[in-house]
């Protein structure tokens, strides 16, 4: 097949849409089908190596959020007329913005079948960012933005069961699918926890922690350091390491301080997937979590497929891969009863032995082989499907050029 994807967001942009297009995409590849991903230009980017053809458009600012940027939907029209010329077999939208709009008009225009992913979930997103407004009404604006833009979709990928039944519930009846990102096994070995603690100055004995993911305010980070607050009092050489960026890491940092715990908490930004992000995977004793909004939660399997035993709360997607408890386990969405399990495994070291190998083994049952597989039944069937879903009125909505 030949797929044409559409995404708002892209590496060098780093967060949990780009690795999973990424990872589909050379999932896709491996089983002998063609991608085109249309993403945007990032400002002063290193030149990146791609996996597969992308097209990078023109992009500006974006207020309030200074890590992404708003593709100019004009020069995605454009190139309209040369994509249509490729032949493709469907468009795979990856993002509800620009990318949303303009994909579902290239579909529509190309006559071939549009299926979109739902990665973030946004009536838990949106109130952080518009914090003037009532926490119900972002919901239900939330809830209606996504209803309006799934119903129009011929398919829709979903990465948890959870996540679709929420959006069953909110009235989208489009044909869904659970296709969850896999895990490349191969990139995910190795890692040097000794060099990493060394270059931080952590000694190799002493009980350490990590997060990986983006800091914000919806990730739910502030629970985790009063969670740490909590071991502290019963084990004082305990050490946080955070490893990301985003728009909270100035309020965490505060926050920290606020709490005493600036002495239990190193923030280490962003980090190369390919080397430093294993080698701080492999640093902790255990990994540790507790968004509520995450739609699957690839960090939690990344920690796992390098041997790192995982404690986390179980909210939408996380519920997935923590509830059956190989190589995690299941912490309540309470601070003393997570750090309870916290402290009794940073004092067990063959329990954490043990989670270490059941971690492994579970990861692997998530093979993006075996994903990307999936997904081309999936997109087979949308295709099959899709003359007799669409309608006339299913025509894009316009959107003007940014």
Known sequence: MRILMISDVYFPRINGVSTSIQTFRRGLHSLGHETVLIAPEYPAAQALPEDGET?????????????????????????????????????????????????????????????ETYHTYFEEYLHHYVPLLPRSLMRLLARRFTTSQCNVLDALVVPSRAMQTALADYGVRCPMQVIPTGMEMNRFAGGDGARFRAQLGIAADRPTLVHVGRVAHEKNI??????????????????????????????????????????????VGYLSRETALLDCYKAGDL?????????????????????????????????????????????????????????????????????AVAAREYAATWSASSMAAKLVDFYREATRAAPHARSSSRAPVEVPDA
């Open 287 to 355: 990994f540790v979590f507790a968004s509520r909004t995450e739609t699957q939660g690839l960090v939690l399997l990344e920690a796992m497929a390098l041997g790192v035993p995982v404690v986390s709360t179980a909210y939408m997607g996380t519920a997935d891969i923590v509830t059956p408890q190989r190589g995690a386990r299941l912490a309540p969405d309470d601070e003393q009863g997570f750090a309870d399990i916290v402290v009794e495994l940073l004092a067990d070291p063959q329990q954490r032995t043990a989670m």
């Open 55 to 115: 097209v990078r458009i023109p992009s500006r600012y974006l207020p309030r959020d200074p890590e992404d940027r708003l593709m100019k939907a004009g020069e995605i029209r454009r190139l309209a007329p040369a994509l249509a010329r490729r032949a493709f077999d469907i468009v795979h939208v990856q993002t509800p913005f620009i990318a949303h709009y303009q994909g579902v008009r290239l579909a529509r225009s190309m006559g071939v079948p549009v299926v």
């Open 222 to 267: 502030d629970f985790l350091f009063r969670v740490l607050r909590r071991v502290v009092e019963r084990r004082a050489e305990v050490m946080l390491i955070v490893a990301g960026e985003g728009p909270a890491l100035s309020h965490c940092k505060s926050y920290v301080e606020s709490l005493g715990l600036s002495a239990h908490v190193k923030f």
